[in-house]
T-cell receptor, first 113, second 113 residues
């Protein structure tokens, strides 16, 4: 049973481009969480999804950011028109059910140049 | 709103020393508390998870305690080794937030040979 898989591990984008970050949860996990870690800061919750539904997006910036978790395939965190301030490590976690331990992926490190 | 504070922000100790990392939180309505380890440029490794009904958990040289009434948790590391050098993160799941975690800013530990 592979762990939470995130790709790419490193992503470089120029200002104004789009960034797509992928997260494949552990087998049997239907709950996915995205977190962002800005340089020299702690991890901050962004969004919580179940299959095909956004449950809680209270930590997501209102503009340029979106997330989805389709019935088939990985969860996608999409950042449109990236700016330098989006440079961060983005972590995905998954859990099998509500209120159970969440397991983290290795993260995607986004650099905007 | 839950706030999590970790003290100290950084700690440097000689090899072999026993040490304690502290985590405090403002809202005692938690479902569980988790300690993670993060190595530079890497993902999160779960060390210990304590359910709200538990007082402590042990794994090898690590012992984590939880005191909900005072809003505190400690991570005790016995006989520290250079390989323990990393950032240690405390994270809480609230009673109504599912598996969503609120993180502290971490304690950066350096164990000197």
């Amino acid at each position: 049973n592979a762990g939470v898989m995130q790709n790419p591990r490193h992503l470089v984008r120029r200002r104004g481009q789009e960034a797509r970050l992928r997260c494949s949860p552990m087998k049997g996990h239907s709950h996915v969480y995205w977190y962002r870690q800005l340089p020299e800061e702690g991890l901050k919750f962004m969004v919580y999804l179940q299959k095909e539904n956004i449950i809680d997006e209270s930590g997501m910036p209102k503009e340029r950011f979106s997330a989805e978790f389709p019935k088939e395939g990985p969860s996608i965190l999409r950042i449109q028109q990236v700016v330098r301030g989006d440079s961060a490590a983005y972590f995905c976690a998954s859990s099998p059910r509500l209120n159970t331990e969440a397991f983290f992926g290795q993260g995607t490190r986004l650099t905007v140049v | 709103k839950q706030e999590v504070t970790q003290i100290p922000a950084a700690l440097s100790v000689p090899e072999g020393e026993n040490l304690v990392l502290n985590c405090s939180f403002t809202d005692s309505a938690i479902y569980n508390l988790q300690w993670f380890r993060q190595d530079p440029g890497k993902g999160l490794t779960s060390l210990l998870l304590i359910q709200s009904s538990q007082r402590e958990q042990t794994s090898g040289r690590l012992n984590a305690s939880l005191d909900k009434s005072s809003g505190r948790s400690t991570l005790y590391i016995a006989a520290s080794q250079p390989g323990d050098s990393a950032t240690y993160l405390c994270a809480l799941a609230g009673e109504t937030s599912g598996s969503r975690l609120t993180f502290g800013e971490g304690t950066q530990l350096t164990v000197n040979p």
